[in-house]
């Protein structure tokens, strides 16, 4: 499960999704306690931190880089980048994502090892978690996070010793897998981050005329968390069920 929510009829503006995550205080192999690393293919992502301390570590053609978290700081990353949120110490973040219901539709990408990227049906089992938030669910999203960790460990060595053939092989594997998903995407970007973007212009070209009569249709929103603690690709995740209404 990604790190953002779906896109409602009149989403949040310009159509980002929105979440709450406390990074995972799990120990990883290489003795740091965090999330599991992951690209987005098209979606650019950014943490706003708002309480304890961490780091985002990220692989991109670029190499390595650790950037250390804590309160009122941000940090975002492109599509592509390889992501990876490190505990420090009661870490949590609000998390803005570019294309909101396009990661829940598997814009996300585990580290997972060459082996596993290279079987559909391997990946999908590898990357699935059982439903609920109980200790069956932990213990697979930890076993997931190891995974993702034991690919992602290889990557970072190679980017660092100067070789980023092994990155790049991880990039072409990862939109292979997803190319089939493509249609979709489309579909959801149409109707989310498109249309918001639309509607703008829609609005514009109304100002420009002298016709505001858009304005008589203004309201305001509000949503809650209506889901805590639930286990997302970086930590445990609070999720919204943004209004559903019709846009104006």
């Not at 992951?38 to 991109?60: D, F, I, K, M, N």
């Not at 975002?76 to 949120?85: A, E, I, L, S």
Request: proline share 8%; net charge negative; charged share 20%.
């Amino acid at each position: 499960m990604s790190d953002s929510g779906p896109v409602p009829p009149h989403p949040l503006p310009g159509a980002v999704g929105l979440s709450h995550l406390t990074a995972y205080d799990w120990e990883a192999a290489d003795g740091v306690c965090g999330g599991s690393p992951h690209l987005h293919l098209v979606c650019t992502e950014a943490y706003v931190v708002t309480g304890g301390r961490g780091a985002v570590q990220t692989l991109s053609p670029d190499g390595y880089r650790d950037i250390p978290l804590e309160p009122g700081s941000v940090a975002w990353f492109t599509p592509g980048t390889v992501h990876r949120m490190v505990q420090g110490g009661g870490l949590r973040v609000t998390v803005l994502m570019q294309n909101s219901g396009l990661p829940e539709a598997g814009d996300a990408v585990f580290t997972f090892p060459p082996e596993v990227l290279a079987d559909p049906e391997r990946y999908a089992a590898a990357s699935a978690l059982p439903p609920g938030t109980g200790a069956e669910v932990a213990v697979a999203a930890r076993r997931r996070r190891d995974l993702a960790v034991q690919g992602y460990l290889v990557l970072r060595e190679a980017l660092v010793a100067g070789d980023d053939k092994p990155f790049r092989a991880f990039q072409r594997a990862a939109a292979g897998l997803v190319r089939e998903r493509v249609p979709m995407w489309r579909a959801l970007w149409r109707a989310g981050a498109l249309a918001a973007a639309e509607r703008t212009g829609a609005q514009l070209d109304a100002l420009a005329a002298g016709e505001p009569a858009y304005l008589g249709g203004a309201t305001a929103y509000e949503a809650a968390p209506t889901r805590r603690e639930g286990f997302g690709m970086c930590g445990r995740r609070d999720e919204y069920a943004l209004p559903d209404t019709t846009a104006v």
